[in-house]
C-alpha cells in the first residue's frame, strides 16, 4: 500500500482488486453544490453508451463478444469508466445525506 501512495499511480490497486475479484473506484473529492449533478451525469451517459456501443458492436456480427473484440474495442477500460462514473455521482448522493 504504501508503494502505490508513493506512486500516485490507481493502477496498481486496480490490478490488485481485479486480481481478488474486485473493483477499484479511486474516489473524487466532493463537491457539495448542486452544479456538479448535471455534469457527472453526462459523464455517466457519455460513458455507459461508450460501453455499451462497443459490447454492441461486438454482438453484431455473431452475436457472440470473443476475447479479441474485448481487446479490440477496449471494453473492459470503456465499463470501468462507466462504473467510476456511477461512483461518483453515488458520493454525490452521499453528500446530499450528509454522510459525506
Known sequence: MDLTMDADNPEVVRTLCRLAGGVFVP???V???DACW???LGALVRSGAEAAESICKALSDD???SLEEIQDLDIRAKLSAAIEALAVLDRHAQAVEGRE
Do not use: F, K, W, Y
Request: aromatic share 0%; net charge positive; glycine share 8%.
Open 31 to 33: 463537491r457539495t453544490n
Open 27 to 29: 474516489l473524487q473529492a
Open 38 to 40: 448535471p455534469q457527472q
Open 63 to 65: 452475436g457472440r463478444v
